[in-house]
């Protein structure tokens, strides 16, 4: 299976990291859409991002990692279920989005992609579980030029915990592949301290890892016949390295035709006639998957009988 989560362990649990690759996901994301090779680029990293940070949770619902930004690509949302599910939309202007390219030198010279295609604005990491629990959620602004640099930040003042992303894309024959990599320096148990030696060999040790995460290619990350596994003995076989199975991520929408029926019933029929297209028809577009969904007369009509009282 292409789609892979790999999570593991380094100095004997000190450390603790989660590699991910994903292919079938990100093309299908984007697919969905056709959309311009610069937005598609930073949604595949969102996704990738998005999967690593909730993979390394714990919750039972929607974990959802959305951008707002003053710039050419206004709005990036991924959202992926503790099933595994994950779909992702974004919002763009074509206009000034073209423009940037432009001014960078192309796709290929924009380094700095978050300042060029996203401006200003936050990243915020969300955590829903159902109507029964309080909702987590993370925010941080768009620091750095990248959205690995910006959960860097994240992590480092909001999290006090130190965390190292490594992420890669790549757009060939018309398929899409990202991949992501990252390594945690584990919490002490609560009221636990380490001696001033200790403390030395545990930074030397994180630095160490830090430096041979850093050392892996961005084609090693992402090539298809190089397994996760494999990457990761190549990465830390010496330092105690703990790999777990593997977890398969996946696309998956979770719009459905009864779920409009439920959202369109909401309106008065005056209301959904003014919602008709030239075909004569009441039209529902999901977001995320670009589903269509049409509304006859009839299915208008049966509508309205569920809706009205029962004798």
Not at 18 to 40: C, G, K, W
Not at 43 to 67: C, H, N
Not at 79 to 98: I, K, P, Q, Y
Request: charged content about 25%; some cysteine.
């Amino acid at each position: 299976m292409t789609d892979q989560i790999v999570p593991f362990m380094i100095d004997h649990g000190a450390f603790r990291g989660r590699l991910v690759r994903l292919d079938d996901t990100v093309s299908t994301i984007v697919s969905r859409h056709n959309y311009p090779e610069p937005v598609a680029l930073m949604l595949a990293e969102t996704a990738v991002l998005a999967v690593v940070l909730a993979d390394s949770l714990k919750y039972d619902g929607i974990f959802t990692l959305q951008s707002r930004s003053d710039g050419p690509i206004s709005q990036m949302v991924v959202d992926v279920t503790s099933g595994g599910d994950v779909r992702g939309v974004a919002h763009f202007d074509e206009a000034r989005l073209n423009a940037a390219v432009e001014k960078a030198g192309g796709i290929a010279a924009l380094g700095d992609r978050v300042p060029a295609l996203m401006g200003s604005g936050y990243l915020a990491f969300t955590v829903d579980q159902g109507p029964e629990t309080d909702r987590y959620q993370g925010i941080t602004e768009l620091t750095g030029a990248t959205l690995a640099d910006c959960a860097h930040a994240y992590f480092r003042q909001s999290e006090q915990l130190e965390t190292a992303i490594k992420m890669a894309t790549t757009h060939a024959d018309g398929r899409w592949r990202a991949a992501g990599l990252m390594l945690q320096r584990m919490p002490l148990p609560s009221g636990a301290q380490l001696s001033a030696d200790d403390e030395e060999m545990v930074e030397d040790a994180w630095r160490t890892g830090v430096v041979l995460m850093g050392s892996v290619t961005n084609e090693e990350l992402l090539a298809p016949d190089l397994p996760p596994a494999d990457v990761l003995r190549r990465l830390f076989h010496s330092e105690g390295l703990k790999a777990y199975d593997a977890r398969h991520p996946h696309f998956g929408c979770r719009c459905s035709r009864e779920r409009v029926v439920t959202a369109l019933s909401q309106f008065p029929r005056a209301e959904l006639e003014t919602m008709k297209t030239d075909a004569g028809v009441v039209e529902v577009s999901c977001e995320f998957c670009n589903e269509h969904y049409p509304f006859t007369d009839a299915d208008l009509d049966a509508m309205d009988a569920d809706k009205a009282p029962k004798q």
